[in-house]
């Protein structure tokens, strides 16, 4: 067998493909794990406002209380209760939130997500 046709049946990742591939697997875990979390908090807010449009609550001032107490527990620190906006169309409530969340990576770089969601009160969640 020549060394010709060995080099053409070699396959694999050199030494500077495995480095970069590396880096950039880091990259990718460390971006992950900043977002993760805050996808976490996202789902928690929406769930409670969730429970609270189909609690019945009408009043203002007890949707944000409700939603404070729930906030308590399941660790939401980026809102509260004030920061919801609660609209009433007849005898229909709707709660909706909207809010940024920023992201530092690394230098000057940084991640910017837009949170938003909303729900009824006989009506699901978006």
Same mark, same amino acid.
């Given at each position: ?41 996202? /789902?928690? !807010? ?5 429970? @609270?449009?189909?609690? %019945?609550?009408?009043? *203002?001032?007890?949707? &944000? ?11 939401? /620190?980026? !809102? ?5 906006? @609660?609209?009433?169309? %007849?005898?229909?409530? *709707?709660?909706?939130? &909207? ?24 009506? %699901?969640?978006?």
């Amino acid at each position: 067998m020549s060394s010709n046709a060995f080099a053409r049946r070699e396959r694999g990742l050199s030494l500077i493909g495995l480095i970069v591939f590396g880096i950039v697997a880091v990259m990718l875990v460390t971006v992950g794990m900043r977002v993760v979390p805050t996808a976490l908090e996202f /789902a928690a !807010i929406k769930r409670a406002i969730g429970k @609270i449009a189909t609690s %019945g609550e009408t009043s *203002t001032h007890e949707i &944000q209380k409700s939603f404070d107490r729930m906030a308590a527990v399941d660790d939401i /620190a980026t !809102i509260n209760g004030k920061d919801l906006l @609660i609209k009433r169309d %007849g005898g229909r409530v *709707t709660i909706s939130f &909207q809010y940024e969340k920023r992201i530092p990576l690394f230098g000057p770089a940084s991640l910017l997500l837009d949170y938003k969601g909303t729900a009824s009160q006989g009506g %699901g969640s978006q």
